[in-house]
């Protein structure tokens, strides 16, 4: 069988899971394709690779297409620190105003129609945008980016002390619900589990040995997320631990709910179900 395709989304909120793979730590017979998340998520659906993290909605509009591995994620509990909004005014007073979103997010996209529907309940318009802060908020009265491209924007409106509100979705989340945020989930192919699970049970086992193995070597991985990012060491340092990877009982319900937000908003057809391999 030739190498398992398998994604890995650019930014340093996967480093932790992927360093020891990076590192010849683990020997393993699988290619590495990097990319932004919706890229990455069109590759999964165009059976280009054979496991990746989904943004957590496109999970939803595929059940059939996946089964999701079990204890992996990208999730946060409250601030996320790399899924922001940026505006000159309070969410709150965007009613009838346009916002940009960047093309590189699926889950805080809807994430944030959802924040927007059921939390501030405001009615505003969303157009999509290259991850330009400048040019978006040019074109618009609020802009949404995500990964390194938030943090890094982040930290020149501290720098430069600009007049733009910083909002956290993953913070206002929290307050919304009091639960966790799960952004992505690692999933492989339905075909794939189906002709091969064998492969895809060893598969499964060596990317939570990676994690294991990269979140042991925390000093290794700060460095590497500043080396890859140009973030200070002190935010990549917080960063880390701010960010999390589980998929357990906490995380899980969080998911649901985010599901039940969505199908209310009419953005999913269908309430969702959980389909974790070897469960």
């Not at 290619?31 to 690779?49: A, C, D, I, R, Y």
């Not at 944030?112 to 618009?140: C, G, K, N, Q, T």
């Not at 890094?152 to 307050?175: F, P, Y």
């Amino acid at each position: 069988m030739p190498a398992l395709r398998l994604g890995q989304v650019d930014y340093i909120n996967c480093i932790p899971v992927y360093h020891a793979l990076e590192e010849g730590l683990l020997v393993s017979d699988i290619e590495l394709v990097k990319g932004p998340p919706t890229k990455l998520n069109n590759m999964f659906l165009n059976s280009e690779l054979d496991i990746t993290p989904i943004s957590s909605i496109e999970y939803a509009r595929h059940v059939d297409k996946c089964i999701i591995l079990p204890n992996l994620s990208i999730s946060a509990d409250g601030k996320v620190e790399s899924i922001l909004f940026f505006s000159r005014l309070p969410l709150t007073e965007l009613e009838g105003k346009t916002v940009s979103v960047t093309t590189s997010s699926a889950t805080s996209v809807v994430l944030l129609r959802i924040l927007f529907e059921h939390y501030y309940h405001v009615d505003v318009e969303i157009v999509s945008a290259s991850p330009d802060l400048d040019a978006m908020l040019a074109r618009a009265d609020g802009a949404l980016l995500i990964g390194d491209d938030a943090m890094q924007a982040h930290r020149v409106v501290l720098l430069e002390n600009r007049d733009i509100i910083v909002t956290d979705l993953g913070e206002a989340w929290k307050q919304f619900t009091g639960q966790k945020m799960v952004y992505a989930i690692w999933v492989v192919r339905t075909e794939l589990a189906k002709t091969a699970p064998h492969i895809v049970e060893q598969a499964s086992h060596l990317l939570y040995e990676s994690k294991l193995i990269g979140l042991a070597h925390r000093d290794a991985l700060v460095q590497k997320a500043h080396r890859r990012s140009g973030l200070p060491f002190e935010i990549v340092d917080h960063y880390i631990d701010t960010i999390h990877h589980d998929l357990d009982e906490a995380e899980r319900k969080a998911l649901l709910t985010y599901y039940d937000f969505a199908y209310k908003s009419g953005i999913i057809e269908e309430r969702v179900r959980l389909n974790i391999w070897s469960e």
